[in-house]
Nanobody, 114 residues
Framework: QERLVESGGGLGQAGGSLKLSCLAS??????VDWYRQAPGKQRELVAA????????RYADSVKGRFIISRDVTKNTAYLQMNNLKPEDTAVYYC?????????WGQGTQVTVSS
């Protein structure tokens, strides 16, 4: 059964770090990327692997602070979040695709205090 499970969210302080994990079952980890949704805002792409060439891409708001990575042997994707800001407060979701069908995790709350 296809499933994505996030973990690692919680309360962080401005300037601090948190690391999120996403365990994929039945979904190719190479398709997994990270989104977030803040209260009253639309869900936005935060970090992803480029479909060709193995590079990465980030939302402008997190460039230089967040790092997406993955461990294919563990079928797990990660989002290292550094230099956290209060505006990073959101529910973070991992997202994967099978044959153009999108799958989402349940989300993990990240709250950054100033």
């Amino acid at each position: 059964q296809e499933r994505l499970v996030e973990s690692g969210g919680g309360l962080g302080q401005a300037g601090g770090s948190l690391k999120l994990s996403c365990l994929a079952s039945g979904i190719n980890i190479r398709t997994v990327d990270w989104y977030r949704q803040a209260p009253g805002k639309q869900r936005e792409l935060v970090a992803a692997f480029s479909p060709y060439g193995g590079g990465t891409r980030y939302a402008d708001s997190v460039k230089g602070r967040f790092i997406i990575s993955r461990d294919v042997t563990k079928n797990t994707a990660y989002l290292q979040m550094n230099n956290l800001k209060p505006e990073d407060t959101a529910v973070y979701y991992c997202h994967g695709v099978i044959c153009a069908t999108a799958y989402w995790g349940q989300g993990t709350q990240v709250t950054v205090s100033s």
